[in-house]
Each structure stands twice: as C-alpha cells, then as structure tokens.
C-alpha cells in the first residue's frame, strides 16, 4: 500500500527534522528515519481507530533495533513495527504487533500460550515480525496474577477454552485490514503444550481462522490427561518414600539404556519405544544384586504409574506413559492449599468444586473427570477436519518421544483416529505427524530440539531445518514437508543432528559414520 506525506499527516516541523536526518544521514538514513516517521504516526494514530468489542490501550512505534522490555529476558527487535495493545470483549488481553507496509509478507502469525496461560507469546511475536508476519498473541482471557481465574465471574473458562482464540483471528484480521488496507493473504499458528492444545482447537472448531497450523505436544485430552495428573499425585502421597525422584529418574535412564539399540544403533536416542520391550522386572534385587536395584514392591509402583489409565470401575482413560519419560514424582500438596503450578489441580478444584482448598485425596476419576465437560470443553481430539482440509488447511503436529508432561501416546492416539477418518494418502495432502526421540516437553532432553516448531527459528531458516518456512511452502507453494533436520545445540555449538521422519517412518542409520550426523540416517 503506497504511503505518501499527506495520508501519513507529515508536519512542517517533522518534514524539517527529515529533511536534516537525510542530509546527516544520506540515503539509506533518510529513507529508513522516512519509514519510521511514518509508521509511527500511522501507528499512533491507530489507537484512535474504532473497533467493534475492541478496547486498544496503547498504540507505540517500535523502532528498528531497538530493545523492548517486555517483563521477560529482554528482547531485541530488529524490525520497526507498530506494537497495539488492548483487550477484545473487555476481558481478552492481546498485543498485535503489525510491521511496516514496506516490510509486511502479507501473513498473520498467531502464537499460543501454554500451562494456565495468562500472558502473551512475546516468543512468537517477535520471531514473527523478524519475518515479515504481523504477529498476534493473547493471554486468552485473563493474567496470570489472576491466580483463581476459574473463580472469576466472566466467560473466563470459555475464553481459555476456545474463544479467546478465535476472536483474536478474528479481530486481529479486522485491525490489519484498517491498518494496511487489505486482509492477510494467509494465517498461521503455531503453539505447543496448551498452545498446542489452542492450535487443534483452531483446526477442529474454528477451521477457517488459520491456513497452516503447528501443534507441538497438544493435550489432545486435556480432562484425561489432568486426571492421571492428579491420580498420580494420589499414588505418589500413598508411596510416601518408596519411589523418589532419585528412583524415577533411574528408571527412565535404564529404560533409555536398555532401549537405545532397538533401532538398530547405540545412539542415545530411541527412535520408536513402542518397539522396545522394556522390563522393569529385569531391575529386581536379588542376592547378587543389591544396589541399582528395585524391591518388587517398587517395580509394581513402576509399572502402574505407567500402564494405561483405567477409572475406579475399569473405564479406559489414556494409553499410559512410555518408558523413558521421566516421571514427576510430586505427592498431592499438604495441607490442602494448592497453588496454581497445575492446571489439572485448578480444573477440578476450582474449576469443577469452586473451591480452592477441596480436598484433593478425595478425587475420583469416574465421578469427577466427566463434570469438568460442564464448566469447558478441553478436548481437542475431533478427527473432522474436512473444513480445514477443504479450506486448503496444513497442519503438522510434533511431539517429543520423552515427554514428561503430556503423553506422546495422546498425540499417537489422535494421529490414528486420524488415520482411521481419512487413510494414510489422504491425510498426507494436509496433516502430518514428526515424532522427536529424545525430546522432553517441547524442547530440551537428550534428543535434537532445534528445528524451528514452538520457539526459535530453526538453526537455518529453510523448509529442511525450520518447521514454519516447511510449512510455509507447503501451504504456499503447494510443496509437501519432507524429512526435517533437528539439530541440538549447547553452547552455541551444534552437539548433533537428527533426522525427523514424518509418522510412521522413522530414522534408520545406514550402518557407517557417525551416528550423531542426520546425513547418517535414512526414513524408512
Ligand atoms: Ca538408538
């Protein structure tokens, strides 16, 4: 959009200063100083703007290097962008941070915001703008000094549930319309844990919001997966001392020792640990074995905390956990005042009895898991997405393989419905699945972590090393993600490569040089 002196509302005063600027300055001053000036008046007088159920609070021009203190590490932004706060429906804060014209890709880039949510995706926005995107984010509808937020009387839980997301698509595509006088051409989201949780939710409900979507480690079944959160915080308060962090983080190694060569190659990783067949049993102490050892009554807590979930009458609940997750091994809080650390505590505490001193040890799955339906629908497991698909909709979900927090099983279970709905061709024209051996929550574990999913770019921005420029081509060009390259870096040195397959291949290392090189591995 062509922006001239006059529609910027350039004054006498300001067009002298300009002038000096250009003559101190030379060109690529002038024309940068140019740039700002005129963003920042056009970004001013943003804030003036009226939108329907829109409250905008602050309008600021960001300069081009300079440093934004935004309560977190501090963040340098390389780009001059206009940077809108406000809320949406009076409760759902937002920040919408719109790059100038000049730089503008014609993109929306939305973040989302994991845990209890709260605060905005400072992440996302700025590595969006970098790019070119307009980036939007939202607390999704309160802050996290808002610790009883479920107590709240407003549309709290519905916000946090889905429609603090969707009205920010929605207003935020308005806001850009007034602002650079044309709808983005494409959306994209990308979010991981309960981001990830907010990305399906986007594809499931709202299928037209986004066009390329990443879902990182989604709690698919967010009631399921908070009620083993809270039945094992029961178990760990019974066990007392018999299993501590000590044994748990024991157990997971042993069981990533015993299984790294499943996959045909010693690397520290395990590939598809559905392929090994881990006994906990071979753990036992015996007469010969006294130390690095476990009593039978401590392998029986071992194998409960990680077999599927059943209910107090049987009902199948989740797929359980895999070995080599490392398991939180936190009791139920005494005396009973939880705190906000987890969301499963707040749902059925506060969420479901109101209360935030309820007794936890009296929870009971069958009873309690199905009322937190009645206060919002966290589920994000709808296999439907024909909407999304014939919109022109792609979405890649990832998941670590040593997830600690939200099961991998959960994400395998929706990749097979999945599946089941549309056949393995089919899915593959708009869905795709990567699973990351080694990788933790989101990042970090022994495993490659880097390639640009929730977070950081990736190491090299292109569609082998950076899961949204994949993406991007594919929803772009119509090109198909391949294999991507995951790197771990310490340091700022690259300690290994991996090769990241997409679901159901996985990597196979061709049997010479060495094994911490993806060019080592073919999917097969
Ligand atoms: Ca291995």
Redesign the pocket.
């Known amino acids: 959009m062509p922006w001239t002196l006059l529609e910027s509302g350039m004054t006498a005063l300001r067009f002298c200063l300009w002038l000096i600027a250009y003559s101190l300055g030379g060109g690529v001053s002038f024309a940068a100083f140019a740039q700002d000036t005129r963003m920042q008046q056009a970004c001013e007088q943003f804030a003036s703007r009226p939108f329907a159920e829109v409250k905008i609070v602050a309008s600021q021009a960001v300069s081009s290097g300079q440093i934004v203190n935004l309560n977190q590490p501090i963040t340098y932004v390389g780009q001059s962008f206009c940077r809108v706060e406000g809320f949406i429906d009076a409760d759902i804060g937002f920040e919408l941070w719109l790059p100038a014209p000049e730089q503008w890709n014609q993109r929306l880039l939305t973040g989302g915001v994991g845990g209890q949510a709260g605060s905005f995706n400072y992440q996302i926005a700025h590595r969006g703008v970098q790019r070119g995107y307009a980036t939007a984010t939202t607390d999704s509808g309160h802050k996290v000094a808002d610790v009883h937020w479920l107590l709240m009387k407003g549309r709290q839980a519905e916000n946090y549930a889905e429609r603090a997301h969707h009205l920010l698509a929605v207003k935020a595509k308005e806001m850009m319309q007034a602002y650079y006088g044309t709808f983005p051409k494409h959306a994209f989201f990308i979010g991981c844990s309960g981001g990830g949780r907010q990305a399906l939710t986007e594809v499931q409900r709202y299928p037209l919001d986004y066009d390329g979507v990443i879902a990182g480690a989604p709690g698919v079944n967010t009631p399921e997966m908070s009620a083993r959160r809270l039945w094992e915080m029961k178990q760990h308060s019974e066990w007392g001392s018999l299993m501590t962090q000590k044994h748990w983080d024991w157990v997971a190694k042993e069981a990533r020792k015993q299984c790294?060569?499943?996959?045909g190659?010693?690397?520290?990783?395990?590939?598809n640990p559905r392929q090994c067949r881990f006994n906990v049993s071979s753990l036992v102490c015996t007469a010969q074995r006294t130390e690095a050892c476990l009593t039978p009554s401590q392998i029986a807590a071992v194998e409960k905390i990680h077999a599927p979930l059943t209910d107090e009458v049987g009902v199948p609940i989740d797929g359980g956990l895999p070995y080599g997750v490392r398991i939180t091994a936190d009791p139920l809080p005494e005396p009973f005042t939880p705190g906000p650390r987890y969301l499963a505590v707040v749902l059925f505490s506060e969420g479901i009895y109101r209360d935030p001193n309820w007794d936890i040890s009296k929870f009971n799955i069958s009873r309690d898991l199905k009322l937190i339906d009645q206060v919002m629908n966290l589920h994000a497991d709808d296999p439907n997405l024909d909407l999304f698909r014939d919109a022109g909709g792609k979405l890649i979900l990832y998941h670590g393989w040593t997830d600690q927090l939200v099961s991998p099983y959960s994400t395998l279970a929706y990749q097979e419905s999945l599946l089941v709905r549309y056949g393995s061709q089919a899915l593959d024209h708009f869905s795709r699945l990567y699973m990351v051996p080694g990788m933790d929550h989101c990042r970090g574990g022994e495993g490659a972590d880097q390639f640009g999913g929730m977070g950081n770019d990736g190491p090299v921005v292109d569609s082998n090393n950076d899961m949204l420029t994949a993406l991007e081509h594919w929803v772009l060009r119509g090109e198909s993600p391949r294999d991507l390259i995951a790197s771990r870096i310490a340091n700022g040195n690259v300690e290994r490569t991996h090769r990241l397959c997409t679901y159901p291949k996985t990597a196979k290392y061709i049997g010479f040089g060495s094994p911490l090189v993806h060019t080592n591995y073919r999917c097969e």
Do not use: R
């Open positions: 790294d060569a499943s996959d190659v010693i690397n520290g990783l395990t590939e």
